[in-house]
């Protein structure tokens, strides 16, 4: 399945990653510790497994003549059926005359024409092969060069128990466009949320990495998408330390008797459950906002890694946060707590504002064309819109929302919603009822412009793209990546055709 997409936008990604260097026995070893890659070959043949009880493996010797053994055993319990066919084969072999192939005489190959014949030393004295690895090799380099004009998507996918990040390549063309995984990276845990980063943590004006929140798993983890077959993160934000081992008497009466307990310790600053969704500030580039199920809002320094600030103003798991558009020192949050609370940087000491939504938050997301306004997706299948200046301090504001949209089925949630940066009032909403659509909502008023049910399966999440604001990424259950065009529906291109970029 897909749980995450989002675009980088073009001209970002190096043209040809680096390769990243062999893991050195300190990165190993912190791969093994922390079974990155267990679930990786979970799925194995457990024949194949060459580790004895003990933990030594097994010398390359002792398993063939392993086999050897399991071989004559096999042989010798062989039915009279199967010595007949083995004799079937011999005769077989005897008339062939194999070993007197090398005395026939030699006569003329009627379909030889003596060039065809001829040994070269090397491919590039063959004639036949002159241009045939030229033309490949050019080819290889135009796959795995990525253009300025390439469209590049993030996608966060799990498959067959392992967990990984795939790079996809979107090439546009006069003719049909042309998706496909330009390289992928192995994660340890179950992806749930993704933020590209831009911020320059290797030197230079600017960087390309993107965090990952997982399930199950405090640690957030950054990596570098400019570099190919890298195993471990270039940052780790948070995360678990070595269990604290204590000791403590069983009862009270027995006093010589104790019993160990294991108290889970987590880094400085760090999450204790699993991240569930993640905000990079594009305005300060080195912040990262953080959403986690154990209620709490993080604000780190990705530069340090550092975590700068510590909210605890919900009361169950905290699901998505964002940035405002123009004012980068604003942050909502959306918890199952049913509330959305926005705080503000500049007002630290501020209890910041709060909204009752009476129904648990899935999404978030500020209007890129109105500072004010923000919509919120909910598990009841409804997408609300609230106007910032009507919310009341210090407490839940019971004020009315903007408007109020039953946009997917009541049962399923609207699980992920995606603004278009290039049209005002255009929104898209993802369902788990397997739909995807797009709604105006000017004036407040708003009415659908389009279904689209991309056999995706149940829709996890969407992302209109920065550069070609038209194109909307699509993942879900299913674990293909869709791309849908939505000035091919024409309605849409109706209304918004006049803005394509």
């Given at each position: 399945m897909i749980t995450a997409v989002s675009w980088i936008p073009k001209g970002n990604l190096k043209a040809v990653p680096d390769v990243a260097e062999p893991p050195s026995?300190?990165?190993?070893?912190?791969?093994?510790?922390?079974?990155?890659?267990?679930?990786?070959?979970?799925?194995?043949?457990?024949?194949?497994?060459?580790?004895?009880?003990?933990?030594?493996?097994?010398?390359?010797?002792?398993?063939?003549?392993?086999?050897?053994?399991?071989?004559?055993?096999?042989?010798?319990?062989?039915?009279?059926?199967?010595?007949?066919?083995?004799?079937?084969?011999?005769?077989?072999?005897?008339?062939?005359?194999?070993?007197?192939?090398d005395e026939e005489d030699d006569g003329i190959e009627l379909f030889s024409s003596g060039i065809g014949d001829l040994y070269y030393p090397s491919n590039e004295m063959d004639p036949y092969l002159k241009d045939v690895e030229d033309e490949d090799d050019e080819e290889d380099i135009d796959d795995t060069t990525i253009k300025p004009t390439d469209s590049v998507i993030i996608c966060a996918r799990n498959e067959d128990e392992v967990s990984h990040l795939e790079v996809y390549v979107y090439e546009e063309s006069s003719g049909s466009p042309n998706m496909y995984v330009h390289h992928h990276i192995i994660i340890p845990e179950f992806p749930l949320c993704?933020?590209?980063?831009?911020?320059?943590?290797?030197?230079?004006?600017?960087?390309?990495?993107?965090?990952?929140?997982?399930?199950?798993?405090?640690?957030?983890?950054?990596?570098?998408?400019?570099?190919?077959?890298?195993?471990?993160?270039?940052?780790?934000?948070?995360?678990?330390?070595?269990?604290?081992?204590?000791?403590?008497?069983?009862?009270?009466?027995?006093?010589?008797?104790?019993?160990?307990?294991?108290?889970?310790?987590?880094?400085?600053?760090?999450?204790?459950?699993?991240?569930?969704?993640?905000?990079?500030?594009?305005?300060?580039?080195?912040?990262?906002?953080?959403?986690?199920?154990?209620?709490?809002?993080?604000?780190?320094?990705?530069?340090?890694?550092?975590?700068?600030?510590?909210?605890?103003?919900?009361?169950?798991?905290?699901?998505?946060?964002?940035?405002?558009?123009?004012?980068?020192?604003?942050?909502?949050?959306?918890?199952?707590?049913?509330?959305?609370?926005?705080?503000?940087?500049?007002?630290?000491?501020?209890?910041?504002?709060?909204?009752?939504?009476?129904?648990?938050?899935?999404?978030?997301?500020?209007?890129?064309?109105?500072?004010?306004?923000?919509?919120?997706?909910?598990?009841?299948?409804?997408?609300?819109?609230?106007?910032?200046?009507?919310?009341?301090?210090?407490?839940?504001?019971?004020?009315?929302?903007?408007?109020?949209i039953q946009a997917h089925d009541q049962d399923k949630g609207v699980s992920s919603i995606s603004y278009n940066i290039s049209a005002p009032n255009l929104l898209a909403t993802a369902s788990m009822d397997k739909s995807v659509k797009l709604w105006d909502l000017s004036n407040n008023e708003p009415s659908c412009l389009a279904l689209h049910k991309p056999k995706a399966g149940a829709v996890f999440s969407i992302s209109f793209a920065v550069d070609n604001p038209f194109l909307l990424a699509i993942g879900g259950s299913k674990g293909e990546l869709h791309v849908w065009d939505t000035l091919l529906d024409a309605d849409v291109s109706r209304k918004y055709g006049s803005k394509r970029s």
């Open positions: 026995k300190e990165e190993l070893k912190e791969l093994i510790e922390s079974g990155a890659f267990a679930r990786s070959v979970d799925g194995s043949n457990e024949d194949d497994e060459e580790i004895e009880e003990d933990g030594e493996e097994i010398s390359e010797v002792d398993h063939a003549k392993a086999v050897a053994e399991a071989f004559g055993k096999t042989s010798k319990s062989k039915s009279a059926s199967s010595s007949m066919e083995v004799d079937e084969v011999s005769e077989g072999l005897k008339e062939l005359d194999m070993d007197n192939y993704t933020a590209w980063i831009d911020c320059p943590l290797k030197g230079g004006e600017k960087g390309n990495f993107v965090a990952i929140g997982s399930k199950e798993s405090p640690t957030i983890e950054i990596w570098d998408l400019d570099v190919r077959d890298e195993v471990l993160p270039c940052i780790q934000l948070g995360g678990k330390e070595e269990m604290l081992v204590t000791k403590k008497k069983k009862n009270k009466k027995d006093k010589s008797k104790k019993e160990k307990s294991k108290k889970q310790k987590y880094k400085e600053g760090s999450h204790t459950d699993s991240v569930l969704g993640l905000a990079w500030n594009k305005e300060f580039r080195n912040i990262l906002a953080s959403a986690s199920a154990d209620k709490k809002v993080k604000v780190w320094d990705v530069a340090t890694g550092v975590c700068k600030i510590t909210m605890e103003h919900h009361t169950k798991e905290v699901q998505a946060v964002a940035w405002n558009h123009y004012a980068p020192e604003v942050l909502l949050s959306g918890s199952f707590d049913q509330t959305v609370v926005l705080r503000d940087g500049r007002q630290p000491s501020h209890s910041g504002f709060k909204w009752s939504v009476m129904s648990d938050v899935e999404s978030l997301a500020w209007d890129p064309h109105s500072e004010h306004s923000f919509v919120v997706s909910l598990e009841d299948g409804t997408v609300k819109g609230f106007d910032i200046r009507t919310a009341q301090s210090g407490s839940d504001s019971n004020l009315k929302p903007s408007f109020t």
